[in-house]
Structure formats: structure tokens, C-alpha cells
């Protein structure tokens, strides 16, 4: 029934801590993405999962960024050994699968998670 | 991969019809075109997606001309409520997976 959801909505942590941010996606939607949005900018891709497929990892910024999907449920991404430069939000997507090439589904967002690296 | 150039920001007041350019000079043959919006701490809602022509539903109308190069988003007899950034996206990632969001254009409606 509800919309995606995200938690938490703030994380506020120091430099150097892992933390993880959890998506719980719309119910019925295959297609789940990952973004992250820094102050007065555009979206920046990070990750891609599509049922049981490989995830599309190419948006990840290094190998401190992961993330899990289990099956069609809940996505956490896990950003380890954190820098201020990390300090974003981190916005979850989900859509039904994508169609044809060139034809994208509507995504819906969740509300995101405001991240501040001290 | 389309890259697309959008203005910065633009204003207008309660009322008016604002009417939003996007260029895509390099779109491919079986690119959409798709516009979100987003409000202050929000994430991005879908609007409107076109291939080609005129699309318009009960929120704003796009024009795609025949050389699908541009798209413009009309949003009519705009309010406060749709002060908001507006992105406009064509085609996908490399990967075929995901949309790319640009940095948008801020649409500011005053009173």
C-alpha cells in the first residue's frame, strides 16, 4: 500500500564509522535503484538491482559503497570507513521492471536519507 | 548517451504558463524523453514521458518537435506549490539501467 520508505531519515555519524541506510521498496516493484544527492545537486546514480540479476554497479564511487537486495525486498547500502565528502542524501527508487530499451518505468522515490559525515 | 542541457533556474508568477526547454541534440532512436519534479526534501516524482509529438495529462503537457532534438515541459497557470526543481531525462545509463538526472532547472513562482 505505501509509498517506498526509507531509514533512518538522518544519520549523523563521525568520520571513519560504517553505517547503513535501509530501503524497503513498493510491494510488486522488481526494479529497485540507489542515488545520492549532495547540497544544490542533481542525482548521482549508484546501483541497480533487477530480481535475481547481477545489480548494475557502475555508479558506485569506490569500494567503500555496497549494497544487498534480498530477492525482490529490502536494499541496504552499506558505506564503510565513511568521509565527510560521503555527507549526501541517499535517495532509494523502485519501478517495475524495466521495459524495452529506451523505455523507462516510472520510478518512485522514498523520502531519502540525509547523511552528515562529522 | 544523451546528454541534455536544461536552464539553471527560472521565475515566474501565479498564473502563468511556464514553459521549460530542454536540448537533447544527441538523442538516440529509441530514447524517451522523461521529466521529474522535486520538492524541498523530497525525492523526484515522475510528471510527464514522451517519445515524440505532444503528450499532456491533468499536470503539464510536453512538446517533442519532429526532430525530437528539444522537448519543452508546459506547466500552465502555475502556483506557489510548484516551486520545485524540474529534471529532464533522456534515455539510460551505459548499462541500460538506470535514468540520468542532470542538475535540473529551479523554478521559482512567487506572488
Known amino acids: 500500500g505505501a509509498g517506498v520508505s526509507q531509514s533512518p531519515s538522518n544519520k549523523v555519524t563521525e568520520k571513519g564509522k560504517d553505517v547503513e541506510l535501509r530501503c524497503d521498496p513498493i510491494s510488486g516493484h522488481t526494479a529497485l535503484y540507489w542515488y545520492r544527492q549532495r547540497l544544490g545537486q542533481g542525482l548521482e546514480f549508484l546501483i541497480y538491482?533487477?530480481?535475481?540479476?547481477?545489480?548494475?554497479k557502475s555508479g558506485l564511487p569506490s569500494d567503500r559503497f555496497s549494497a544487498e537486495r534480498t530477492g525482490e525486498s529490502v536494499s541496504t547500502l552499506t558505506i564503510q570507513r565513511t568521509q565527510q565528502e560521503d555527507s549526501a542524501v541517499y535517495l532509494c527508487?523502485?519501478?517495475?521492471?524495466?521495459?524495452?530499451?529506451?523505455?523507462?518505468?516510472?520510478?518512485?522515490f522514498g523520502p531519502g536519507t540525509r547523511l552528515t559525515v562529522l | 548517451l544523451a546528454k541534455t542541457t536544461q536552464p539553471i533556474s527560472m521565475d515566474s508568477y501565479e498564473g502563468q504558463e511556464v514553459n521549460i526547454t530542454c536540448s537533447h541534440n544527441n538523442i538516440a532512436t529509441n530514447d524517451y524523453i522523461t521529466w521529474y519534479q522535486q520538492f524541498p526534501s523530497q525525492g523526484p516524482r515522475f510528471i510527464i514521458q514522451?517519445?515524440?509529438t505532444k503528450v499532456t495529462n491533468e499536470v503539464a503537457s510536453l512538446f517533442i518537435p519532429a526532430d525530437r532534438k528539444s522537448s519543452t515541459l508546459s506547466l500552465p497557470r502555475v502556483s506557489l506549490s510548484d516551486t520545485a526543481v524540474y529534471y529532464c531525462l533522456v534515455g539510460l545509463n551505459q548499462a541500460g539501467t538506470a535514468l540520468i538526472f542532470g542538475k535540473g532547472t529551479t523554478l521559482s513562482v512567487s506572488s
Open positions: 514522451g517519445y515524440k
Open positions: 538491482f533487477q530480481g535475481n540479476s547481477a545489480p548494475d
Open positions: 527508487a523502485s519501478s517495475f521492471a524495466s521495459g524495452l530499451a529506451g523505455t523507462p518505468n516510472e520510478q518512485f
